[in-house]
């Protein structure tokens, strides 16, 4: 399998500029599990459960083990300072990271070295990368800060390599979601001002339609939600935020 870079494959560009920009001045505070990226570290062990179960059942992996991804590639797109990467490569994986913010990629190649890790990261475009042959593919709450959904969809299915899997989690588009994630959540600073932009979340139709027009199968989503006696936890309930296994059409 290969992750070379390929002039022939680049596609057209998906960052927006501002959301780079604001996301790395977040940088210094991604690994800080009190600062203002809090609510991800909070979040983060809710994605790694559902990541960890959709690996053991597409690769057919021992629950068991410690390492379901050994001899496997792994991409985060949109990897911010690895909070994602880190864990898998963890569980054996070879992994890439791509954010567009030269901020959060210094500070994810800082303290993945201080973690004794090696991950390959890179501060770019995922569509004009041309990347390639990686297993696993994930990226969560991403699409809704890129410039064009379709693109980056592209850019992601061509990363992917045959058999892959892929794991992709947004907000939805959702009365609720304006209320507690963006009205709510950013108003009293739980989440920094300016993360969120309802107008672009995705609702999982739409979700589903971008990825059937891309050549590829969504799997049920499993909603994040929130309660005062669970915290953040997986749901039947899609209101807030969800996360979905997606594979490439039969």
Sequence with gaps: MS???SANTMGPKTIRAEEAAHFGKLAAEWWNPKGSSAMLHKLN?????FIRDAIDAHFASDSRTAK????RKALDVGCGAGLLC??????GAEVSGVDAAEENIAAARLHAEGSGLTIDYRCDDVGQLGLSGYDLVTSME???HVADKAA??????????????????TPNRTARS??????????????PRGTHHWDDFITPVELHDLLDAAGLKMGNPMGIAWSVSKGLHLSDDLALNYI??????D
């Design 3 to 5: 992750n070379a870079t």
């Design 45 to 49: 062990p809710v994605r790694l459960g």
């Design 68 to 71: 379901p991804l050994a001899g």
């Design 86 to 91: 880190e864990p898998l490569a963890r569980l």
């Design 142 to 144: 991403v699409i809704e």
């Design 152 to 169: 980056f969809i592209a850019a992601l299915e061509a990363a992917l390599a045959p058999g892959g899997l892929m794991i992709l989690s």
């Design 178 to 191: 304006r209320l507690l994630l963006v009205e709510g959540a950013e108003a009293i600073g739980m989440v």
């Design 244 to 249: 979905a296994t997606v594979t490439r059409k």
